[in-house]
């Protein structure tokens, strides 16, 4: 099974400053043959379902601002908001679709105001 | 703009029987390969069935294959989940999601139901 271990499990940052979160995957997700790495990243607000954020571990989804960014390969990636809002506020979710259809997701990170 | 509209949820016993249904709207869904998502309590999702546009395919997580039955009516637009043996580890809102490829990624989700398994 694909495991996705996120950390931290919890950060808090100022605001316009800036947050990391990481996530590392038991076995690579990286396809040699298209050069993809099959792996996705989400947001999800309280009381709100996930919303994707970025896929093929750094293509940003259409409506996503351009302070988060997303890095990475194989087995280590990152999400980064460069400069954090009050509206970031939020539990951020890894998720690999390489092991296709046994899709996993990471155990989540919450990102706070300091 | 893509809705998905989740309906069904409800408090069942253990060993009980739901159907969930997924109404949506603002996409071409016979063409569009849906899947359901489950969020326990205070945990990550997880991906629980997938669907191909046509029905063709169905693919579910190891946790509950055998007890669920994913379906859908491409002329009423509606995706379906039938659960069965439902168990307390079940408890969970259960979204409805989009796949922005087929068994990928989700680019669109409901607001999710509530299923509750308890005695």
């Known amino acids: 099974d694909f495991v996705l271990t996120q950390s931290p499990d919890s950060l808090a940052v100022s605001l316009g400053e800036r947050a990391t979160i990481n996530c590392r995957s038991s076995q690579s997700v990286f396809y040699r043959s298209n050069k993809k790495n099959y792996l996705a990243w989400y947001q999800q607000k309280p009381g709100q379902p996930p919303k994707l954020l970025f896929y093929w571990a750094s293509t940003r989804e259409s409506g996503v601002p351009d302070r988060f960014s997303a890095s990475g390969s194989a087995t280590d990636f990152t999400l980064t908001i460069s400069s954090l809002q009050a509206e970031d506020v939020a539990v951020y979710y890894c998720q690999q679709y390489y092991d296709t259809p046994r899709l996993t997701f990471g155990g989540g990170t919450k990102v706070e105001i300091k | 703009e893509v809705q998905l509209l989740e309906s069904g949820g409800d408090l069942v016993q253990p060993g009980g029987s739901l159907r969930l249904s997924c109404a949506a709207s603002?996409?071409?869904?016979?063409?569009?390969?849906m899947s359901w998502v489950r969020q326990a309590p205070g945990k990550g999702p997880e991906w629980v069935s997938g669907i191909s546009g046509s029905g063709d395919n169905t693919h579910y997580a190891d946790s509950v294959k055998g007890r669920f039955t994913i379906s859908r009516d491409n002329s009423k637009n509606t995706l379906y989940l039938q659960m069965n043996g439902l168990r307390v580890e079940d408890t969970a809102i259960y979204y409805c999601a989009k796949d922005k490829f087929s068994l990928a990624t989700f680019d669109s989700w409901g607001q999710g139901t509530l299923v509750t398994v308890s005695s």
């Open positions: 603002g996409l071409t869904f016979s063409s569009t390969a």
